[in-house]
Nanobody, 119 residues
Framework: QVQLVESGGGLVQPGGSLRLSCAPSRNIVGIYYMRWYRQAPGNQRALVATITSGGSTSYSDSVKGRFTISRDNAKNTVYLQMNSLKPEDTAVYYC?????????????WGQGTQVTVSS
């Protein structure tokens, strides 16, 4: 079964930066959306950023101007550059890919990577 593999999480001080990466364990055909979500303890999983196969991006208000999502279509890899990190950015970050093949939609998730922002 294909899975998404995230990397790049860790501990960083407020104001610092981290870059998350996400790639599939093997090639996925027809990926359209790639997204990053995050889930803090006691909270529901929330959408952070989206990028389409055409490169269109969107962000939640809480990260707009600080986070940048990008992708390498040839590698089906998505990145999340996180700058000016705040303690409230602390969460497990999950990668999600949605593939469209014919009339069917396929949903793929990663296992999550912990991001902790603390002094």
């Amino acid at each position: 079964q294909v899975q998404l593999v995230e990397s790049g999480g860790g501990l960083v001080q407020p104001g610092g930066s981290l870059r998350l990466s996400c790639a599939p364990s093997r090639n996925i055909v027809g990926i359209y959306y790639m997204r990053w979500y995050r889930q803090a303890p006691g909270n529901q999983r929330a959408l952070v950023a989206t990028i389409t196969s055409g490169g269109s991006t969107s962000y939640s208000d809480s990260v707009k101007g600080r986070f940048t999502i990008s992708r390498d279509n040839a590698k089906n890899t998505v990145y999340l550059q996180m700058n000016s990190l705040k303690p409230e950015d602390t969460a497990v970050y999950y990668c999600n890919a949605i593939a469209l093949r014919g009339t069917a939609q396929y949903d793929y998730w990663g296992q999550g990577t912990q991001v902790t922002v603390s002094s």
